[in-house]
């Protein structure tokens, strides 16, 4: 099946190992790290959302204005406006990109953060709100006359927009969340399904359990892996790299944001944490320093080795039925070029390869 890389696109140059400084949206580093992307092969590229970030759809229309190959992948969190409005919104950019819209739900698992946007629903209540919502969505997207939804959160009446996606197929939902709650809500809604850098074991758990949740539905979603790939000359010199990163990280937690915090508020960062409870080093390659160190917070565990082995590293994880790969780095621009040049090639030769010895054995 075909792979597709999906690299990072802050409004800043920030991470774990880079303090943030400038403007909060310094649109040169957008641009540049747009352009990166393009040109290194990556088929889109995330766009963040925090409550105290700035508004991901226009820091994508901005990228997508200055690389004209790149598709998007905008982190939406449904509640906060009206999914009529948002559907408009996202098909709109769709048509001004020429089709390079996708939308990435994330419902929130913290609800500290949820509430400096004034909202104090329960996690219960927000996967059920998101299940409305997307029912929405993808009515405005979809429906030609006026329609009427009547849920426990929205009742709309007479929906009708003249916008609708660029491409018949529509605009792709991407969806984040690894509770109970949020697998029953990708099952239903999730055109691909996206999970931390977990392990083999992991990885292999989650992908039946969405499989079981969609197939109740009669869907059959993608799925996709974060990681943030650590990359040398030689293994030794991979892994005294991710040695350096860690020892910075460390030094400069203060500086970045990237603190551990007293109280773990999603399941995807207890997940990584109960892998990083393991070891530092698991399956082949798979390092989880940083995400001890952060409390896991965000994507925060690598591959490391040589290019041709975090390639073989990651058709494994192909095999388990993982076909889009969100990468990025700790040093964002250097890292999404090398990427480009190093890694996301291989990748694709091997995914061929093994796509060709599947064809044969069925002949």
């Known amino acids: 099946m075909p792979v597709e890389f999906i690299g990072f696109i802050g409004s800043r140059n920030h991470s774990e190992i880079v303090p943030p400084s400038g403007p ?23 766009i963040a959302f925090h409550s105290n970030s700035p508004e991901s759809i226009l820091i994508a229309q901005h990228a997508a204005s200055t690389a004209p190959d790149l598709g998007l992948l905008i982190a939406h969190r449904p509640g906060f406006n009206a999914p009529t409005i948002a559907a408009r919104q ?35 209540q927000r996967y059920a709100r998101t299940s409305e919502y997307l029912d929405i969505v993808r009515r405005e997207w979809r429906e030609t006359s006026p329609f009427d939804y009547k849920g426990e959160f929205y009742d709309v009446h007479g929906a009708n927009s003249l916008v609708h996606p660029y491409r018949e197929e529509g605009i792709p939902v991407y969806f984040g969340g690894s509770s109970e709650e949020a697998i029953e809500v990708a099952g239903k809604h999730a055109d691909v399904y996206a999970l931390w850098g977990e392990t083999y074991e992991q990885v292999a758990e989650t992908v039946a359990r969405v499989r079981a949740s969609a197939a109740k539905h009669g869907r059959s979603p993608r799925f996709s892996l974060s990681l943030r790939p650590i990359l040398a000359e030689t293994e030794e010199a991979a892994w005294a790299r991710a040695d350096r990163i860690l020892e910075k990280a460390h030094a400069l937690q203060e ?37 001890a160190l952060t409390g896991a917070k965000g994507n925060s565990t690598s591959l490391v080795g040589t290019p041709q082995q975090v390639a073989e590293a990651l058709i494994d994880y192909y095999r388990l039925g993982i076909s889009t790969f969100l990468i990025r780095g700790f040093d964002p621009l250097l890292d999404a070029y090398e990427y480009g040049r190093d890694l996301i090639p291989l990748v694709r030769e091997l995914v061929a390869a093994e796509d060709n010895r599947h064809l044969t054995r069925a002949a």
């Not at 007293?262 to 698991?282: C, K, M, V, Y």
Request: avoid cysteine; charge should be positive; aromatic fraction near 4%.
């Open 24 to 46: 909060v949206v310094d649109p040169k580093h957008i641009e540049t790290a747009a352009k990166i992307h393009d040109n290194g092969g990556f088929d889109r590229a995330l």
């Open 90 to 124: 996202f098909a709109t950019l769709d048509h001004i990109t020429r089709g390079r819209v996708a939308v990435h739900i994330i419902t929130g698992g913290s609800d500290l953060e949820l509430q400096a946007d004034g909202d104090h629903t329960t996690k219960a």
């Open 255 to 291: 500086k970045t944001g990237y603190i551990r915090a007293a109280e773990i508020p999603n399941e995807g960062s207890r997940r990584l944490l109960a892998a990083a409870a393991q070891g530092t080093r698991l399956d082949k390659r798979l390092w989880t320093g940083l995400a």
